[in-house]
């Protein structure tokens, strides 16, 4: 038994060891290493200063389906906003192509990018208050900074892979069908959202319900896509999605900046279950 | 609650304070109370003394997230009502003398400020709170019913509000407030509320009247001079401004020194300005003498703003005998709105502990480089459980107490089985205690001739785990489809332990996890026969198993999970088991033969986690009320309005950040 507890002092004093080295020494490689892959994500959101937003680049993207021709769009993204959407929209059943663009000057602001630029920023600030000359006491203060880190990017993350859901009447209200020129008619209706690295349109075709109609109304939930069949009631009017066209185009800026989140994801967990290795060792006491 | 018998609930907290990492500090416009919140969600209220003597004295409990503002809520003497905001939206209102929730809700998003804003329309006195956090938009909202009445948005450049400041109009006919707000880009924007448009319900956006670029990242805060009433105190993480607050001119500037970080700051006095740094160093600076005076500061601006730097009055030392602090401190100045109108500046760190510092009043003067105040008396809850006679008890221990040791061993994990009338306490050291609840109840809370017996009350002591235990399951109490005699109980030693809890005979080990057990879960009634005997275990090496408690061995072990493991759903129909992880993605397991069914992310894991959700059945009540909102289930305490709102609003709240409001019109 003696020579037991003579072998757990020496594994105890290793393990304090290696556990100062990591505070030391591994915890600020990580850190560094963190903060230059979020400087390259922030990089890719490309913020002008107040003023200057004319300097941003403007990226164009055509968005179409290569099989069916229904709907095309070329969509100019600015930063975080639409700054011009340039579609053709053949309606069904007839062989007209109404075409649409934005109003002059108006921009559609995607507060998806603009939230996820955000929580970059944040998760940036966190880090820089604790740069190499900051010196960690305890496991606990390094994993409370992942925590709070790591919250600021599965937001960012999630900003850019789970679009909002609206219910068609929020999405009729929200203003976007009044961007456009020639107006939008009413029996249809747009939407822009961002899915992971995708920038996509939506296009809703409605058909009015007559007042005395048979067919059992029930209006539908909110939801990022809504799939034909849904009604939805606006002003005393019923609605009911006929067709719908979704078209996309990828991002590639976004796709970057997806995979810059995930490494950093990891590199974080993975500083914390290196800390969590060592903190079950701390709380152990010999009864 | 049913029936006419009284429940009165009785907490015995144990000698050990809860932990208390302060993330948010309010003193009550009376000086009277002190709010903390902290980063586990909860809330404590503390006594002071106008000797600012300060005693812990209410816990309160109910938010899941972080803290992250704290307000006060109503402004007459009558009632003091503050609300707290927490990190996943959730907002609560609560009465300070006794600590009541008055009023809860769930927003989509997370403030990161909360200021109260009061009007009079006649005679009626209205309530509003003012939130900005992470979206693009300041949102006003009931102070007493919490709802969202409209928001204050931006035409040019919207973007997240870092921080505002309510400026109120001298005019009592036809008011004119102006909230002042700094956006996360540092452009200075400027909305006018009038009094008729506080007063409307349901209301279109207002929109701002003034946007102006001032070029301050990083702001902190903003704070109004109420003594002058013209100027504007504005603190970022490099440097601190004042501007002026009718043309909104900078005036002064003042970087900070070395590495520190300006975490906030205030208007002292005419011409003094507190500021604190992120480590939670005080400093008060006089301002130069021609700002706060309007005839000369004109003249001046031009030539005080280069190379000035205000003199430091004062700078309030942090604590020699630092503690180790896990996250920052947090610092915050109030003053007295009564006699003897005290002006503190109060900090709350991350070991629990309340810091106050008085300021001394006009009279005293500046000595060259800044004097030095020292913290007087700080107390955290620790010290005042400490000074407690006679000690707080904890549950079980007359039976913890080792000899030679000063504390008794903890209480990690228990479980209270109502059917026998036994407590088990799953302890520090790995032993597991069964006692009868209500006797040992009476040991810590009454007196009797029991308190002469050694060892009482009868007990049994259960020993097989090597080290803590984290989790302690009695599956019958939730079906009654397991054997009676089975009590589970998980450690730290990565084992789970099937016991007989009435011969206290170990039945069982399972060794088939690498990590610490953090949940035993009782899988759904339709699962298939085999699962129906199960146990399932989660551990931290992010592993799942089904132990069976019938065959004795582990039926399924999913392991190959990156995250922490959130949430655990099940699909008997299909036989699925979903593991949701901290990172948003799900992981959909097969339980008959052990294999990844698939793997997501995004939209399509949060419509997988919602479709097991599906098949809860709803009453026809329920359905019929699909548009109830959370306000309404809890007040009419319908658990099935409730569960039927979670599944359509919740879920769809979660990703919805008030896009309604997205229009840029």
Redesign the interface.
């Given at each position: 038994l003696p020579k037991m507890s003579a072998a757990s002092q020496v594994e105890r004093a290793v393990l304090e060891e290696e556990f100062n080295w990591l505070l030391k020494e591994e915890v600020h490689a990580v850190l560094k290493q963190l903060q230059d892959v979020l400087k390259e994500a922030s990089r890719r959101f490309s913020v002008a200063s107040p003023g200057l937003e004319s300097q941003l680049k403007q990226e164009n993207f055509i968005l179409g389906n290569s099989t069916m021709d229904q709907v095309k769009g070329v969509l100019t993204l600015q930063g975080e906003a639409l700054t011009q959407a340039d579609i053709n929209l053949k309606v069904a059943k007839s062989s007209q192509t109404m075409h649409f663009q934005f109003r002059e000057d108006k921009q559609w602001k995607l507060q998806q990018i603009q939230d996820a630029r955000n929580h970059v920023n944040q998760a940036l600030q966190l880090l820089g208050s604790h740069d190499e000359s900051y010196h960690f006491s305890t496991g606990t203060e390094v994993n409370k900074l992942m925590d709070a880190v790591m919250l600021q990017l599965t937001r960012a993350r999630n900003r850019l892979t789970t679009p909002a859901s609206l219910t068609l009447p929020e999405l009729a209200t929200s203003g976007l069908m009044k961007m456009f020129s020639p107006p939008m008619p009413g029996d249809v209706m747009v939407n822009f959202y961002i899915n992971l690295s995708k920038l996509c349109l939506m296009v809703y075709q409605l058909h009015v319900l007559p007042p005395n109609t048979t067919k059992n109304f029930k209006p539908a939930g909110s939801s990022v896509l809504h799939n034909p069949g849904a009604m939805f009631e606006l002003n005393n009017n019923r609605f009911e999605v006929s067709h719908i066209h979704k078209v996309e185009c990828v991002v590639p800026w976004l796709n970057d900046t997806l995979v810059f989140l995930t490494i950093s994801l990891q590199l974080c967990q993975q500083l914390k279950d290196k800390i969590s290795v060592f903190s079950s060792f701390w709380s152990y006491r010999p009864f | 609650m049913s029936g006419n018998s009284l429940v009165l609930p009785i907490v015995l907290w144990g000698r050990t304070a809860p932990t208390h990492?302060i993330s948010t500090v309010l003193v009550m416009d009376d000086f009277g109370t002190i709010v903390t919140g902290c980063?586990d969600g909860q809330i404590c209220l503390w006594d002071m003394t106008p000797e600012l003597e300060i005693c812990p004295r209410a816990m309160l409990l109910g938010h899941t997230a972080s803290i992250t503002c704290l307000s006060k809520a109503s402004a007459g003497t009558d009632k003091q009502y503050i609300v707290s905001s927490s990190?996943s939206g959730e907002m609560c209102l609560w009465d300070v003398t006794d600590g009541r929730c008055i009023e809860f809700t769930k927003l989509a998003c997370t403030h990161t400020g909360i200021q109260f804003y009061q009007f009079t329309i006649g005679t009626q006195r209205e309530g509003r709170l003012l939130c900005n956090g992470?979206?693009?938009e300041v949102l006003v909202m009931d102070a007493t019913s919490l709802e969202v009445l409209y928001s204050l948005m931006s035409k040019i450049?919207?973007?997240?509000i870092s921080s505002i400041s309510i400026i109120r109009s001298h005019r009592t006919q036809d008011a004119e407030d102006t909230v002042v707000a700094m956006s996360?880009?540092?452009?200075l924007k400027v909305w006018i509320i009038t009094a008729e448009v506080s007063r409307m319900q349901d209301l279109d956006p207002v929109f701002e009247e003034e946007s102006k670029?001032v070029?301050c990242q990083?702001c902190q805060s903003i704070s109004f001079c109420t003594f002058t009433q013209s100027s504007l105190l504005v603190t970022c993480?490099k440097y601190w401004r004042v501007f002026d607050a009718a043309d909104y001119s900078l005036l002064c500037s003042v970087p900070s020194e070395g590495?520190q970080?300006w975490a906030g700051g205030e208007f002292m006095a005419p011409d003094r300005v507190v500021l604190w740094t992120?480590d939670g160093c005080g400093y008060v600076y006089q301002l130069p003498s021609s700002l706060p005076s309007s005839q000369h500061f004109r003249s001046h601006v031009g030539k005080t703003k280069e190379g000035l730097v205000p003199p430091l009055l004062y700078k309030i030392t942090d604590r020699s005998d630092k503690q180790?602090?896990?996250?920052?401190p947090v610092t915050r100045f109030f003053f007295g709105r009564r006699e003897p109108f005290h002006k503190l500046l109060i900090q709350g760190d991350s070991a629990g502990k309340l810091s106050p510092v008085e300021h001394p009043g006009q009279r005293a003067s500046a000595a060259a480089g800044g004097a030095e105040l020292q913290v007087s008396a700080t107390i955290s809850l620790q010290e005042a459980f400490d000074k407690l006679s006679p000690v707080s008890a904890g549950i079980i221990d007359q039976l913890s107490v080792l000899p030679g040791k000063e504390e008794p061993i903890k209480v990690t994990a228990s479980a209270y089985i109502p059917s026998q009338g036994r407590l088990v306490c799953g302890r520090?050291?790995?032993s597991i205690i069964l006692v009868p609840a209500t006797q040992t109840a009476i040991v810590q809370l009454l007196q009797g001739e029991h308190m002469l017996r050694r060892g009482w009350p009868p007990h049994r002591t259960l020993r097989g785990h090597r080290?803590?235990v984290t989790c302690v399951l009695y599956p019958y109490q939730i079906s009654p489809r397991y054997d009676q005699r089975s009590l589970v109980s998980g450690g730290?030693d990565f084992s789970v332990i099937v016991w007989d809890i009435f011969t206290g005979e170990m039945k069982h080990i399972f060794c088939v996890h690498g990590g610490?057990i953090t949940q035993l879960i009782v899988p759904p009634e339709n699962c298939s026969t085999r699962v129906q005997h199960c146990i399932c275990s989660v551990a931290?090496d992010h592993s799942v198993g089904l132990l069976s408690l019938r065959e004795r061995k582990c039926i399924m072990l999913a392991s190959r999970h990156?995250?922490?493991i959130q949430v655990i759903k099940w699909r008997p129909a299909d036989d699925y088991l979903v593991v949701g992880c901290?990172?948003?993605s799900v992981y959909v397991w097969q339980m008959d033969t052990g294999a990844l069914d698939r793997c997501v992310?995004?939209?399509t894991a949060?419509e997988i986690l919602n479709a097991c959700d599906e098949l809860a059945p709803a009453t026809v009540d329920a359905l019929s009320h699909?548009a109830v909102n959370l306000k309404q289930a809890m007040t009419r305490r319908s658990l099935a309005a409730l569960k039927n709102m979670a599944q359509?609003?919740l879920?769809?709240l979660a990703?919805?950040?008030l896009?309604?409001d997205?229009?840029?019109?």
């Open positions: - | 990492c980063h990190e992470h979206y693009p450049s919207p973007d997240w996360v880009t540092g452009i670029p070029y990083g993480s590495d970080a992120e180790l602090l896990i996250c920052p520090e050291d790995g080290n803590k730290v610490e931290s990156l995250f922490p901290s990172d948003g992310m995004g939209i949060v699909s359509h609003k879920q769809t990703t919805n950040l896009a309604a997205n229009a840029d019109k």
